[in-house]
Structure formats: structure tokens, C-alpha cells
């Protein structure tokens, strides 16, 4: 079973987020900020990784430069998570070395589908 | 050991602040043995103590139920042990013994102790919630449990705290009480000096009971509420069983319990903020805020070293509530102003917030606002202000605001330039200039420290004054934030304490303006020096009763200015409620009221001066009622109005359908409110919206307009006429200028406390604000204008009262940027907050839809795609109101990449295309050629889904057509259908906001309301192109955007 871990502060995003992945047959790891979620992605070795770009310690793009700087995590496909994004959030995003982007609210009826083509490609 | 307690409690809190919302359930890896197994099979029933009088741990509520944190343990422990476990409530000593005795099995709220053991097994604690002192507001801060010897404490009968007291503090006398609440009533009367005991406890019921005049103080260490279950000591095994249940039960589902039971205490330490801002204060080890050097008493070195003065105290009581997280940086002004500007530092103190900064620093409201003095010899002819100073030489600070400010508006004084205030005041001192100017407070200081004998103060200078605020670097908006909520917490009592240590206090009164009298006039009034005033002690900000028992507001305020100007004493009958004071006043026992709405009832007694304040009033309900839009939607509801206003009077002549419930006071009005008790509530927005900030209620909201204003008048007795005409004449003749400064005194008093957890709550004191800016402004121009029509009749009077017009324009402006930002921030609030519930509503309404919580039958699938579909159709609303709000405000950023226009046009027709195919509409498009375009690629296609979504929406059968065009440099984006077309004189209205057009499709379209109007804002404000429409009804519409094709940066060069 591909496991993803969850990088989000806030809980109610978390469970919502959790229970589609569950749901979906993936098994979840939760961080709620961006330093546990980094340790977590070097201890555990998901499979792939969720990312909340607004975090309370350091921000997501903060977390996806320490991921894609470890040797030994860099692989990971990280996809990022934000609230309506300007325009212009997705290239720099992209830019910073994310596999894919997801916008918030995220379509509960969509997103498994979203997150499996990003994977995918 | 103290700082690491109260560090833990703040994890504690932190902890239940998350929000969360759970249902209980077993998880799979909850396992009893066998022999555990065995064991509750042949106990079907488990009987289980709780304590009936402990909210919020447990109690019995007025319906007989028993409710609590302990209560919702039972709850989910039964849902892990089949509903096994039967509450029994009773007071405290009662189910103690029965558990002793065996005739119970269990209690909840036990702590564990070893002379317990004798009689229970006990269960690791549930819940840990610390013990705080409380004392009343007006009691000087009590740390811990020694400051209270030889006073009298109030605690609950049979508490362990009792113990502790009587063995190791013998000389604290100690009170005790049946119940919680009588311990904090008596504290609340005086009857005791202090209560100890668990906060969560006490702060519930402070809040639910309104006990308005007690707060927490320090925490003590000897005791603190950690709550167990204990188990009858013959029944190991349930101990067992009852730990494994507890174990099972998750961190959420823990948090979600105590989240819901727990109130926040508002005023204890580190709790101020949100979970967000102590996550990002726990991130950062310190935080560096410069402070000058060299200007005293706000900041400078101190004689020891060490920086020293007002600033300085500030930031130690700041650092009070923050746990000393801030560290003071000393340096001179541009240094260190640089220093944060770049980064380098953090904040900075005595920073004048201006538009020009904002680049560079976010602000807190001013700290302090000191008015600029003129100085010169003793002997000296008076100088009243800048423009007595023409030909003279003035001695200013070198790089001083004030140097740029007499250059550009008195070039005719000259100036001379001095390194600090202490050289410019001795230049004074010694001749070498006629007269320094500049912050009171400073000079004062100085002349005093250096013992300047010669010089004194003249006149005050019409700008403002040195207005002191805390800049924070701009890319931190999160300090900025805290520091405010910081400086907010800060008591004016707290305030006043620090500042008065530095600075002399404020002697002067505000110079009080002529007004020409009648001989007949002065001598009524020599023959009555004291007037028999009336006012409504509970009506805050308006006018209402201090803590010292001194009328205080808006009114008090006038009262003031009034008896300045004629010489008489306003006598103010302060122990009457309003409803005796009226009676008072009918009876002659009082000569005037302060404040009464003329209505034709009060004309039989009263007579009425001029209106000289109109606050609007507006409709309140709790948090069963939505919005109402105006007073009919209140049909059938029970409203609530104080008893004797005008309110009152009106509503029950002009809306007899109403069901009013009268009640003596605004703040017994809002306990009934928010208890449900009554619907809604009636009254002014000013001092109601103050009251509901003050006593922290989030559940009440500003639900609707009634078209009412209160219109405030003084109210005189029949029988003095004479009064009412002096009373006239006087509130005319006070300046406009002076009218602003007393209701901004009043009105722009910040609510201590509350909304920082509730977010409705947050955006209705964000509308309040605007909408009382809004009032008041409409006011304030209406008597600039005034101002200025009286300025030209006079000479002589003409430029001082053109001055003082100068002086309003620009409070005016500053007040408009003040608007602009509460604007700002109030969209930035929505758009963070409003969606993350959304995100919630949507995301499990969703999940629920696809059966992922399981199987759900058909009228459930009905009610949950309602509740999904009124989600995203909301969320559609709030993305369009923040669109426009943006480009409205100038704050939307334009994107502008090098994009294929087909790309975009296949996207937006592949989105449409199955709303399409479920009309059987034709979806074609029709391009001459395909133009690359620089341009905003999100809010091109955002537009042309607009026009298509709307296209497919109104036509019922035929096609729907894209057509491309290039003209030049411009582009031509059109979509025509075959619909239902548009009357001619419909069309003007088409692209305004929240137009929907009638017709039968109107109610099966849906939509916002707001598309047309975006797509215009978008395509006129961001492309500089123009939309346009061609339709004839039942034939189809042509929507089309020109736009074009390179879009220039707002800078001028293109991508």
C-alpha cells in the first residue's frame, strides 16, 4: 500500500485530506508543521508527500527546498496544497521543484483523480 | 519553576485551542483480554459518580441533564464499552463515600492522591487544568498565594485547596462556599479578596454569569485540577479496562472534548493570541526592537546604561505578555530606522505611522499621541501659535519633521537647526532664538531635568502632534498582528501608570470657544450655578458611570465643554437607572437629560435642543437567527428593547406585529440574547457593538439595518425655555473640529477582547468599524462644509477657521486611508478565513456524497447535495466579491505571460462543453486566425467562461458560438447564442453588480449575480479594453471583450 505523508496545519483540511487518501487505499502520515513534516519525510520515506504551502513554522516552499536538497529524499514527488492561488503561484511552485499543484478547496470528488495524474506524470 | 508551569500550562491550552470536530468511535486496536472480556460481560452496568455543580467539568444542567468534560469521557468510554456506564450525579462528598462504600463503582473528577488509595484505583488523569487566583479588576495584581496574607479568600467546602491554606498559609482567612459560583458572587461583592481555584471553572462561569468585575491573576503551584476516574478498590480489573478505554480515545477526539467545554481566559498570559501567532512566536528566539537613543523620556540611554523610559516600560510590559520574547536595540533615529527597514532589526518604536513608510513597515495603532507646543522666555509677549511666529527665529531638531513642515507652510520663519532637543531649548534659553517647537512631553523633560528657568510654555501648534506607534518590518505581518494584540490587552490604567512616571500630566483644558450670550440670558443663568443633570449610566461609549463613579463618553465630554463655556455646573444624578432617571426627570427632580430622542410622547415633558448626535441603529440576534434585512423579516421573533428608549416607543407604535420583550439595560438585553431567551435585539450599533466587544460575546452579530438612527438631543424641563435656547447656542458654538475629537475619542475605543477566536465575529467588528467611519465621515464633511461657509463671512476669523477646515481635510484623509486598509484587511480576512471552513462544508459534505463514510439512502443524497452544492455556489461568491474588491482596491496582481489564445479558448470550451451536452447545445468555435497574446491567462479564461457559462444558462436550444478576430493590435473575443435574448432597456443593467434580470429562466439559472460585473472590472481595470453586449430578445445575445494583445506591466514595459 503507497503511502502519502500530509504536511498541513490545519485539522480540519487534515482529516478531510486523510480520510479521501484512506479511502482511496493509500495509508497516511500527518505533520502539522513544516519541521516535523521534513523529519517525517526523512524518517519515514513516503512514497510521495502532501505539502499545505502556509505554515505555521517554516512555509511549504521552505520544506520543498530542504526536500529537494537531502540526497536521500529528493526523489519524492511532492505535491503542493494552497488556498486559491494567484495567478503566477503555480509557475513558482513548479519552479521550486514540485511535481504537481492542487487548489484549495480542493473538489472532494476530484482530487484523488487530480493527485493520481500528477503521480502518474 | 514558575516560568516552566506556566510555559507547560500554554502547551496545555495550545493543545485544546486547535479546532476540531469528532465523533467518538472504538478504533480496531482497542483489545480487552479474555478475563477482561469474561469481566464486563457479567457487568452489564457500571455506575459512575460525577460531581452535580462543577461546570465545565461536570454538572447538571436546568433541564436535569448531566453535562461536562467528564460527562463527554463517559461518552466516549461507553462508545468503546457497549453502554455500560450509568452517571450518577451528587454533590462532591456525596459520591465520594459512595464509591468509598461500594455503592457506587467509579467517579469522575478525582485527583489522584496517596490517601486516596486506600479506598481507589485511579486511572492516569483525563484532564489537567491549572488552579489561578482571582481577585476583582480593580485589585492590584496578585502572584501568588503569599500576597494574599491577612486577606480573606473564598474557596469552594471540602476543596483540597482548603487544606493547603490552613496548613501552610494560617494568616490568609479562609472562606468557604457551597458552589463555585457563590464563591466568586461573594468575590464579586466584596466579600472576599480573592477565589482560588480551577480556571477553566471560574472563567466558565464568569462568562455564562456575566461576572463582569473579576479576572484571573497568577497561577499557584500547590494544586491544580488533574482530573481521574477513580475505581472501587475491589474492582482492579475495571481500573484496567477503563485505562485501556481511555487510551483508546485519540489526542482529536480528547482536544475536540475539552475544546468545546473550555473557555479561554482573555487577559492571562500568552493566551491573547491565536494558535497561529503563538506557533510563530514559539519559532522565533527573539525579537529585536530599536528604540532611540537619545530622546527622553520616550527612549534614550539611561544613566545606568541600559535604554530607559516610556518605550522602553512599554515594551517590559509587553515583554509581560509575551514571555520576554523582545529585546530593545538602542541606537539614533536613521540608524536605526534603516536597520528595520532592510530587515536587520525587527520593529521599531516612535515610528509616526505615514503613507510613505508603508512601504517599509506595517503599524500598530499609536501608543501615544503627544501634542507640539510652542517655547519661549517667560517674559515673552504669548505666542498662541505657528502664526504668531512670522519674522521670529525658531529653534527646531535637526531632520525633525517639523523643519520641512514650517519651511513649506511659514517660510516666513526662519529657522534654526540644533543637534537634539536639549541644544534647541538652550538656544532659546540663551536668545539665540525666539522659540523652540515641538513635542510637549520631551521639552517639558528636558527643561525640567536641565533646569531651564526662563522658558515656559505658549501655545499649542495647530498640526498633530508626535502620534507614536510601533513599526514592524513589512515582511513579518504576523508581529505586527501580536504586538497589536499586545498593546491592546494593555489597560489605559496600565498605560497611564507607565506614562505618568515620565511625563506630567495633561493640566490644560481645551480652550473653550466664545459664544455671545444675551444680558437676559447671563443672568438666568448667574441665577442657576448648578443644573440637575440626567444621564444613562449603562450606555457606553455614549455615556456611562467609571470604575470611580465619574460620568464618562461623549456626552460627559460636551458637558464638559458646556460648563467651560458658561460658567455653570452639570450636578449628574449617577445612582438612577435610565428608567428612574427618566421618571426623575417628569417628576422635576432634574432640570435636563443628556441625552433623549425627541418623540411625541416625551414632548408633553421635555423640551428639546437641536440634535447634536445621530448614532444609527441596527439589528442584533444570536446565533439562531440569519440575517434579517429589515425590521419585517422580525415578524414572530422576540425582540428585545430597552425599556423606556426610543427604541422602544417607535417599535411599539410603528410595528405593533412585533413581539417586544423590554429589558433595563443593553447588557441585560445581550445576556438574553445570547442565551436564546430572545431572538434578537434592537439598538444603537455604537454602544451596543461596544458592549457586546466588552463583555466578549461571540455569538451575537449585526444581522440587519432598521433605517433608525437614535438622534441625540438634551432633553430641558418645560418650564426653562431659557435653557433650552443657552444650551442651543452653546452646542453650536462648539468647532466641528472639536465635535470630531470628542466622538473619535469615544468611538475609536477598541474592544479589549473576544473576537480574536471567533472569526464571524472578527468580520463584524470590521464592518462596525467601516460602517461607523462611513457615518461618521458623511457627518464630519457635513460640518467642514458648515465651517467653511461661516470662514468666509469673517475676515478676521477667516484664516484660523480656514485652518482649522485645513486641519479636518486632513484628518479626513487620513481617515479615508484608514478606511482603505480596514477595507484591505477585511478582504484579506475573507479570503483566508472564509474558505477554510468552506474547504470543510465542501470537502466531508463531498466525501459523504461518494459514500466514503459509509452507505447513505436517498433523501440523505438529496440533503447532502444541497448543502455541497449551496458550498461551492458560496465559495463562487466569495471568490467573485474578492476579485472585485481587489481590482476596486488596485491590489490584484496582474500575471502576464506570453500565451497561445487557443490554448485558452479549448480550456474554457472543454470546461463548458458537458453543461452544454446536457442542454444538447451546439459548442463551435469560429477563428479567423490564432493570435499569441501577452496577457493575464487565469482572468482571460476566467472571463470568457463567464460569457460562455452565462451563454449556455440562457439558451434553451440552438448553439452557442466563440468567435476569434484579430483588429490590429487588439483582439476580439465574442460568444454568441441562440437564447432568450435581452430587452433593450435592460442592457445599461446588465454589467452591474447583483443584476439578475427577470425572467423564467432566472430562477433555474442561478449564478451570483456578479459575473458580468467582474468580466467588465477585469477587462476594463486590469486589460484597459472594453466589454459589449448585442441581443434582441428571443433571437440571442452576443457577449464580447476587445482587449489589447500585449498587455503593458503597470510600469510601462512589456513581458
Known amino acids: ?121 | 519553576m514558575g516560568k516552566q508551569k506556566s510555559l507547560l500550562a500554554w502547551f496545555f491550552w495550545l493543545a485544546c485551542l486547535v479546532t476540531f470536530s469528532f465523533t467518538a468511535h472504538a478504533s480496531a486496536s482497542l483489545k480487552f483480554s479474555d478475563e477482561e472480556q469474561a469481566w464486563l460481560e457479567a457487568h452489564p452496568k457500571i455506575h459512575i459518580g460525577i460531581m452535580n455543580a462543577w461546570p465545565p467539568m461536570d454538572y447538571v444542567d436546568n433541564k436535569g441533564q448531566a453535562q461536562g468534560i467528564g460527562v463527554e469521557f463517559v461518552r466516549a468510554l461507553n462508545a468503546r464499552l457497549g453502554g455500560r456506564l450509568k452517571i450518577t450525579p451528587g454533590p462532591w462528598k456525596q459520591t465520594y463515600e459512595a464509591v468509598k462504600a461500594r455503592r457506587l463503582d467509579a467517579l469522575m473528577d478525582i485527583t489522584p492522591r496517596p490517601d486516596r488509595e486506600a479506598w481507589f484505583h485511579f486511572t492516569e488523569p483525563y484532564v489537567i487544568v491549572p488552579h489561578v487566583i482571582f481577585a476583582r479588576t480593580d485589585a492590584a495584581y496578585i502572584e501568588q498565594l503569599s500576597d494574599l496574607r491577612g486577606r480573606t479568600v473564598g474557596v469552594e467546602r471540602g476543596f483540597f485547596i482548603v487544606k493547603v491554606l490552613r496548613d501552610h498559609y494560617p494568616d490568609i482567612e479562609v472562606r468557604e462556599y457551597d458552589s463555585t459560583s457563590d464563591a466568586l458572587d461573594a468575590l464579586s461583592r466584596g466579600e472576599t479578596h480573592a477565589y482560588i481555584g480551577n480556571r477553566a471553572v471560574a472563567m466558565y462561569i464568569i462568562e455564562s454569569e456575566l461576572i463582569a468585575n473579576v479576572q484571573p491573576h497568577g497561577k499557584i503551584t500547590e494544586t491544580s485540577s488533574t482530573n481521574a476516574i477513580g475505581v472501587r478498590k475491589d474492582w482492579p480489573m475495571l481500573r484496567g479496562i477503563l485505562q485501556k478505554a481511555l487510551d483508546d480515545i485519540s489526542t482529536n477526539e480528547r482536544r475536540a472534548i475539552l475544546r468545546s467545554w473550555l473557555v479561554i481566559p482573555k487577559t492571562a498570559y500568552g493566551l491573547l493570541l491565536s494558535d497561529r501567532e503563538q506557533r510563530w512566536l514559539e519559532s522565533k528566539d527573539e525579537i529585536r526592537v530599536a528604540a532611540m537613543d537619545n530622546w527622553p523620556p520616550f527612549n534614550f540611554i539611561g544613566s545606568d546604561g541600559r535604554p530607559s523610559g516610556i518605550g522602553s516600560d512599554l515594551i517590559e510590559a509587553i515583554n509581560l505578555r509575551l514571555d520576554g520574547k523582545l529585546k530593545i536595540v538602542s541606537g539614533p533615529w536613521k540608524q536605526i530606522y534603516d536597520r528595520v527597514k532592510t530587515g536587520e532589526l525587527d520593529a521599531i518604536m516612535d515610528i509616526t505611522p505615514k503613507p510613505a513608510r508603508e512601504e517599509f513597515f506595517n503599524f500598530t495603532t499609536p501608543y501615544l499621541d503627544i501634542p507640539h507646543v510652542i517655547i519661549a522666555h517667560k517674559a515673552a509677549a504669548f505666542i498662541p501659535d505657528e502664526d504668531y511666529l512670522s519674522g521670529k527665529t525658531l529653534a527646531l531638531e535637526k531632520g525633525f519633521g517639523n523643519v520641512r513642515y514650517f519651511r513649506e507652510r511659514y517660510p516666513e520663519v526662519s529657522i534654526r537647526e540644533y543637534r537634539d532637543t536639549s541644544h534647541a531649548l538652550g538656544a532659546v534659553s540663551r536668545g539665540e532664538a525666539d522659540a523652540y517647537a515641538g513635542n510637549r512631553s520631551v521639552a517639558l523633560y528636558v527643561i525640567e531635568k536641565e533646569v531651564i528657568a526662563n522658558l515656559k510654555v505658549h501655545g499649542r501648534l495647530n498640526k498633530s502632534g508626535s502620534i507614536l506607534a510601533i513599526g514592524t518590518r513589512k515582511d513579518w505581518p504576523m508581529l505586527g498582528d501580536i504586538l497589536q494584540k499586545v498593546l491592546d490587552d494593555i489597560s489605559p490604567a496600565e498605560k497611564r501608570g507607565i506614562v505618568i512616571q515620565w511625563v506630567m500630566p495633561e493640566t490644560e483644558m481645551p480652550a473653550a470657544s466664545v459664544i455671545t450670550l444675551t444680558d437676559e440670558e447671563k443672568s438666568w443663568l448667574a441665577s442657576k450655578p448648578v443644573i440637575r443633570t440626567g444621564a444613562d449610566i449603562s450606555w457606553a461609549p455614549v455615556e456611562y458611570l467609571d470604575d470611580e463613579g465619574n460620568l464618562q463618553g461623549i456626552s460627559s465630554d460636551y458637558l464638559k465643554q458646556l460648563e467651560t463655556m458658561l460658567g455653570v455646573r452639570f450636578e449628574v444624578a449617577k445612582d438612577l437607572s435610565w428608567q428612574e432617571t427618566v421618571a426623575a426627570f417628569e417628576r422635576g427632580e432634574l432640570d435636563m437629560l443628556t441625552s433623549l430622542q425627541r418623540t411625541a410622547q416625551r414632548e408633553n415633558y421635555a423640551d428639546f435642543t437641536e440634535v447634536y448626535n445621530r448614532f444609527p441603529i441596527a439589528i442584533f440576534t444570536g446565533p439562531k437567527i440569519p440575517y434579517v434585512s429589515d425590521m419585517e423579516d422580525m415578524k414572530g421573533l422576540k425582540v428585545g428593547v430597552v425599556e423606556g428608549y426610543a427604541t422602544h416607543e417607535i417599535l411599539a407604535r410603528e410595528h405593533p406585529d412585533l413581539e417586544l420583550v423590554p429589558v433595563a439595560r443593553v447588557v441585560d438585553a445581550l445576556k438574553k440574547v445570547s442565551s436564546g431567551e430572545i431572538d434578537a435585539f434592537v439598538g444603537s450599533l455604537l454602544v451596543t457593538g461596544y458592549y457586546i466587544g466588552q463583555l466578549g460575546y461571540t455569538n451575537i452579530k449585526v444581522a440587519g439595518e432598521t433605517g433608525y438612527a437614535y438622534q441625540q438631543s438634551m432633553a430641558v424641563r418645560k418650564d426653562w425655555p431659557m435653557l433650552v435656547t443657552i444650551l442651543n447656542k452653546a452646542l453650536a458654538a462648539i468647532p466641528a473640529a472639536e465635535r470630531v475629537k470628542i466622538n473619535k475619542r469615544w468611538i475609536s475605543v477598541r474592544y479589549e477582547h473576544g473576537f480574536d477566536y471567533d472569526l464571524l465575529w472578527k468580520l463584524m467588528a470590521v464592518t462596525i468599524v467601516v460602517f461607523l467611519i462611513f457615518i461618521y465621515w458623511n457627518r464630519h464633511l457635513a460640518s467642514i462644509n458648515q465651517e467653511l461657509r461661516l470662514a468666509r463671512n469673517q475676515e478676521q476669523a477667516a484664516r484660523r477657521e480656514a485652518q482649522q477646515a485645513r486641519i479636518a481635510i486632513e484628518e479626513a484623509n487620513k481617515k479615508l486611508m484608514e478606511l482603505d486598509q480596514l477595507k484591505s484587511m477585511f478582504i484579506a480576512s475573507m479570503s483566508h478565513e472564509l474558505r477554510t471552513p468552506l474547504n470543510s462544508i465542501i470537502g466531508f459534505s463531498g466525501a459523504l456524497l461518494q459514500g466514503l463514510s459509509g452507505d447513505i439512502n436517498a433523501e440523505q443524497r438529496d440533503d447532502l447535495q444541497r448543502v455541497y452544492r449551496a458550498g461551492n455556489h458560496l465559495l463562487d461568491l466569495i471568490s467573485d466579491v474578492i476579485d472585485i474588491s481587489k481590482i476596486e482596491a488596485g491590489r490584484i496582481e496582474v500575471f502576464l505571460q506570453a500565451v497561445a489564445l487557443k490554448d485558452i479558448v479549448d480550456d474554457a470550451v472543454q470546461t463548458i462543453q458537458p453543461l452544454a451536452d446536457n442542454k444538447q447545445l451546439e459548442l463551435s468555435v469560429e477563428a479567423d486566425s490564432w493570435p499569441e497574446l501577452v496577457t493575464d491567462r487565469k482572468r482571460l479564461f476566467q472571463c470568457l467562461l463567464n460569457y460562455l457559462s452565462n451563454a449556455v444558462k440562457f439558451t434553451e436550444q440552438g448553439q452557442i458560438v466563440v468567435r476569434v478576430s484579430e483588429q490590429g493590435e487588439w483582439l476580439d473575443l465574442s460568444v454568441t447564442d441562440s437564447g432568450i435574448g435581452i430587452a433593450e432597456q435592460d442592457i445599461p443593467k446588465l454589467f452591474e453588480a447583483f443584476e439578475r434580470l427577470e425572467s423564467h429562466l432566472r430562477l433555474k439559472a442561478g449564478g451570483t449575480g456578479l459575473g458580468l460585473y467582474l468580466t467588465k472590472k477585469i477587462v476594463v481595470e486590469l486589460f484597459h479594453g472594453e466589454t459589449y453586449v448585442e441581443s434582441k430578445l428571443d433571437v440571442g445575445t452576443t457577449f464580447g471583450l476587445r482587449i489589447p494583445r500585449v498587455i503593458e506591466e503597470p510600469d510601462g514595459g512589456s513581458l
Not at chain 1, 20 to 26: D, I, M, Q
Open chain 1, 1 to 121: 500500500m503507497k503511502r502519502a505523508l500530509v504536511i498541513e496545519d490545519n485539522n480540519d483540511n487534515m482529516a478531510l485530506i486523510t480520510k479521501l487518501l484512506n479511502k482511496a487505499g493509500y495509508e497516511t502520515l500527518e505533520a502539522m508543521t513544516g519541521l516535523s513534516g521534513f523529519q517525517m519525510a526523512q524518517d519515514e520515506r513516503p512514497d510521495f508527500i502532501i505539502l499545505d504551502i502556509q505554515l505555521p513554522d517554516i512555509d511549504g516552499t521552505e520544506v520543498l527546498a530542504r526536500i529537494r536538497a537531502d540526497e536521500q529524499i529528493q526523489a519524492i514527488p511532492v505535491i503542493a496544497m494552497t488556498s486559491y492561488a494567484m495567478a503566477g503561484d503555480r509557475e513558482k511552485l513548479l519552479a521550486a521543484g514540485c511535481n504537481g499543484y492542487i487548489e484549495k478547496p480542493i473538489n472532494p470528488m476530484k482530487v484523488i483523480e487530480q493527485l493520481e495524474l500528477i503521480l502518474e506524470g
